[in-house]
């Protein structure tokens, strides 16, 4: 994990069961119980788990933003892990309005 992803001793964790968060999770009453409005989302796959999480991050009205994930996918190795990752953040940002960070911005 990385460090500036770490989280702190005032984080909940909350553990995910399927590609989105929210899914079967207590993580929307838990945001709403805390007064959440902004989330920093962040995900290994940004065009399955990132893409599920966002969408029904959208769907609760939270305001959010993501950190492009590391580059790495269980896709077929022919296939240009870039393009998906890119592709899957066209989608975030055209449909949803996300603002993608760099992950070491998220602490500031």
Same mark, same amino acid.
């Given at each position: 994990?990385?460090?500036?992803?770490?989280?702190?001793?005032?984080?909940?964790?909350?553990?995910?069961?399927?590609?989105? #968060?929210?899914?079967?999770?207590?993580?929307? #009453?838990?945001?709403?119980s805390n007064d959440v409005g902004r989330l920093a989302l962040v995900g290994q796959h940004t065009d399955c788990g990132l893409h599920h999480a966002v969408y029904d991050s959208f769907v609760v009205g939270t305001s959010w933003s993501s950190a492009p994930p590391p580059r790495h996918s269980n896709r077929d190795p022919e296939e240009a892990v870039a393009l998906w990752q890119g592709r899957a953040l066209d989608y975030l940002r055209t449909y949803y309005g996300a603002r993608l960070h760099a992950s070491h911005a998220l602490g500031r």
């Open positions: 994990m990385l460090d500036e992803l770490r989280p702190g001793r005032k984080n909940v964790i909350v553990e995910k069961r399927f590609y989105s #968060a929210f899914t079967q999770t207590d993580l929307g #009453a838990v945001l709403r």
